[in-house]
């Protein structure tokens, strides 16, 4: 290994002498620059080189060449140096010996070839996408760039066409590579539609390139019919067929014979409505809107509400009339929900009653949605739940709303354990139980009635709450009811937030730093803050915990001995 490292780096002292000779590098940067190459070689040269080794070298080299550029542009315009592409040619060196290793990695062929491009070396890319299709032949990406490459860097339309018939025929049902074959035959087309003005304003005329059916766009149809037999259930890739359209003039055949296919064999498709609304929009947007309505009318299906919903809430900031028809078509829909009740669709639309209506006008509608299905037991239904726990809350019904929650976990046929719908439905039980605690103490002031655990009771239920939560949502469900506790309950709920996190759970992970800081806030105390120090470092505060525990300490008043006992913990 020694020799070969000491091989490449002799290869490379003309290319150091001259450039130290015309001023381009320092002997300082000479030899730093030695010493790194040096480092570089023999990472690569082991018997097991790692491919972070060869990009890390890869990245130095480029560095140098842009450097190197950079020196030689401020020197005016020297004469041409035998040495000039010493490095260009030890990047192809080593990108030679990265692939011959890591051959299998489509993406590192791509850099190569795009190095190439970038530096003038055309004609090394064919024998690059060769190599790399020859090791890769089910890379889409590789087969894309090759085709760009021979259409607008070669202006070989046939080889571009070629490279893609090959493409799809090992890869039938690739969508992307339909797509762009489907789109490469447009620009083709526009190429020879630009040629044939040039000839006819020369006062040239061909017969033959006017009868020909190459500008009636045959070709683009029979490349999307081959896309539709092979690909025959992907509406979305049909509506992506009619957005490569729209960037091309005089396809107005083509787009109807797209649209046509979509509307044959997507009868009741929401997301052909959509396609089909989507391209109309670019053009009438008054159209696309009532094919949107004709869609509802004709599949009354909570997906098809919902796909109308989403598309116009999208144009509704850039357009009043998709604005107006939104609420048009969510007023109808709150009116006369469609069935079977759908959780996505309940959200769409109380999120619009929340903004335009006042919240009871919300939790009203999801009640009803929620009493209507016949077993809303599902993950998915969850943020319905505590979208409609958050409604309650809003239009001040606290117990509403920690009835309905309490209900969601309690009678569930779905099984919300250790789930994100676990945490967020208990998180706003806990709000909601503190919330109706708040409200209680309130009125006990106004009144002689007043009980001191009265107030408590549903911090009292949190605590039940989190204990009987499993292991992996207990730190984030005791963070809420600590955050609620300093908030609301004051000092005293911190403290009994507090002892019950002693007696029963940890905080857990990130939430530690976060628990502590809630915790010390309410004490006072020196001996009772250093008890709080004393359980955090046990529950895994860290480092900056710990730190700042030592300082504390080191303060007046504190414990000096401790704070150092502390700091020799952490090793300081």
């Keep these: 290994m020694a020799d ?41 040269s082991r018997l097991s080189p790692s491919k972070p080794a060869f990009l890390a070298y890869l990245r130095f080299e480029m560095n140098l060449l842009r450097l190197f550029q950079l020196r030689k542009a401020k020197l005016g315009k020297p004469k041409p140096h035998a040495d000039d592409h010493a490095v260009e040619r030890n990047l192809h060196l080593i990108f030679t010996r990265m692939l011959r290793r890591f051959k299998s990695d489509p993406r590192l062929w791509l850099q190569y070839a795009d190095f190439c491009k970038r530096t003038g070396g055309g004609k090394r890319l064919g024998g690059v996408y060769a190599q790399a299709l020859q090791y890769n032949p089910r890379s889409a990406r590789v087969w894309l760039e090759l085709a760009s490459w021979e259409f607008f860097g070669n202006g070989n339309a046939k080889g571009a066409r070629g490279a893609l018939q090959r493409a799809v025929r090992g890869m039938p049902r690739e969508g992307e590579i339909w797509l762009q074959y489907f789109t490469m035959e447009l620009h083709y087309v526009q190429k020879m539609r630009g040629r044939r003005e040039v000839l006819q304003l020369g006062g040239v005329r061909s017969k033959s390139m006017e009868e020909s059916s190459l500008f009636s ?60 609304a989507a391209h109309r929009s670019r053009a009438d947007p008054g159209a ?35 604005a107006t028809h939104y609420a048009k078509l969510a007023d109808g829909a709150v009116a006369s929900p469609p069935s079977p009740p759908d959780p996505a669709l309940a959200k769409e639309l109380a999120g619009y009653l929340l903004m335009t209506s006042a919240p009871a ?33 809003k239009a001040g019904d606290f117990a509403g709303a920690a009835m309905k929650l309490e209900s969601a976990l309690r009678d569930t046929d779905w099984d919300l354990t250790g789930s994100e719908g676990y945490v967020e439905v208990a998180s706003l039980l806990v709000e909601a139980w503190g919330e109706r605690d708040r409200a209680k103490r309130e009125a006990e002031q106004d009144s002689d009635d007043s009980d001191d655990e009265g107030g408590f009771m549903g911090l009292k239920k949190a605590e039940f709450l989190v204990a009987a939560a ?68 046990k529950l895994g505060g860290g480092d900056t915990l710990l730190e700042r525990w030592a300082t504390e300490e080191g303060e007046e008043g504190g414990d000096a001995s401790l704070s150092q006992q502390i700091r020799a913990r952490m090793g300081k």
């Design 470 to 537: 499993p292991p992996k949502t207990q730190g984030a469900l005791l963070l809420k009811y600590l955050h609620f506790c300093a908030g609301e309950a004051g000092e005293e709920g911190v403290r009994r937030c507090f002892e019950f996190a002693r007696r029963s759970v940890a905080a857990g992970g990130a939430g530690v730093a976060e628990f502590g800081e809630l915790c010390l806030a309410a004490e006072g105390d020196r001996g009772r803050r250093r008890e709080v120090w004393r359980y955090l470092e």
């Design 361 to 393: 006008a919300a939790a009203n509608y999801l009640g009803g949605v929620l009493e209507g299905v016949p077993c809303p037991r599902a993950e998915e239904w969850a943020p319905v739940y505590a979208l409609h726990a958050g409604a309650l809350m």
């Design 217 to 276: 766009g045959k070709v683009p149809l029979l490349v999307f019919e081959g896309c539709i037999k092979e690909i025959p259930g992907d509406v979305a890739l049909r509506g992506r067929f009619l957005e490569a359209l729209d960037k091309f003039p005089q396809t107005e055949a083509l787009s109807a014979a797209i649209l046509a296919s979509i509307e044959r064999d997507f009868p009741d498709d929401p997301a052909a409505y959509v396609a089909r």
């Design 288 to 322: 696309a809107h009532s094919l949107l309505l004709e869609g509802v009318a004709n599949v009354p299906t909570p997906g098809m509400h919902l796909a109308a919903l989403s598309f116009l809430r999208a144009l509704s900031d850039s357009s009043p009339a998709a």
């Design 4 to 44: 070969s490292v000491q091989h490449a780096l002799d290869s490379f002292v003309p290319f150091l002498t001259s450039s130290l000779s015309r001023g381009l590098l320092s002997p300082p940067e000479v030899s730093s620059l030695v010493d790194r190459r040096r480092a570089h070689e023999h990472a690569i």
